[in-house]
């Protein structure tokens, strides 16, 4: 069974840094693209970051370039989000997704990722 599981998650003050992880079971992260979005409630899923199978990162978001990066530990079938200098408007609930090809899309919606996580909740709050 594929399954995509985040973790990290917690609760963060602003200007704190954070790293979120999605690990993988079922297949090999390595050979696909992996994209991490966010959501509040009320509101759809946002396109965060991306890496492809090659180790390319892709904004999705003005809002987070400079402060998140994106990166990949294959012999650990792991991807990782790691976000400094966190923003009130950062909180969210944060999944990792894949349209199981290798490159990334910031066009793409979120009909065409084919495996999601359940999320992992980040707080930014004093």
């Known amino acids: 069974e594929v399954q995509l599981v985040e973790s990290g998650g917690g609760l963060v003050q602003p200007g704190g840094s954070l790293r979120v992880s999605c690990g993988a079971s079922?297949?090999?992260?390595?050979?696909?693209?992996i994209s991490w979005f966010r959501q509040v409630p009320g509101k759809g899923r946002e396109g965060v970051l991306c890496i492809s199978k090659h180790g390319d990162a892709t904004a999705f978001s003005d809002s987070v370039k400079g402060r998140f990066t994106i990166s990949r530990d294959n012999s650990k079938n792991t991807v990782y989000l790691q976000m400094s200098n966190l923003k009130l408007e950062d909180t969210a609930v944060y999944y990792c997704a894949t349209d199981l090809g290798p490159f990334c899309f910031p066009q793409a919606s979120t009909d065409e990722y084919d495996y999601w996580g359940r999320g992992t909740q980040v707080t930014v709050s004093s």
């Open positions: 079922g297949f090999t992260l390595s050979s696909y693209a």
